[in-house]
């Protein structure tokens, strides 16, 4: 890595990387396959769609557990 690209990143700015072999089998696959713009919204929305199943999971139980339940009764002792 050279000063300007350790500069770049210090700076919070996307440095551009090499091909990566699986980035291009993935995108060969696409071609292959002829994915519509339509099939990759439906596949951004279910992702959307998942995301938020688990952020209600999440919420379910974050309320579960800061409920004030009773942990326990008093008994009197003579």
Known sequence: MNKQETKRQAAGERV???PCLCREALDRVR???GVSPD???HLANSRIEFLK???TIID???AH?????????K????
């Open 60 to 62: 379910q139980r974050i």
């Open 16 to 18: 551009p990387y090499g």
């Open 53 to 55: 199943a688990i952020r």
């Open 31 to 33: 071609e292959l396959l």
């Open 75 to 78: 008994i009197p002792v003579e």
């Open 65 to 73: 557990l800061s409920s004030t339940g009773q942990q326990g009764t």
């Open 39 to 41: 099939v990759k919204q």
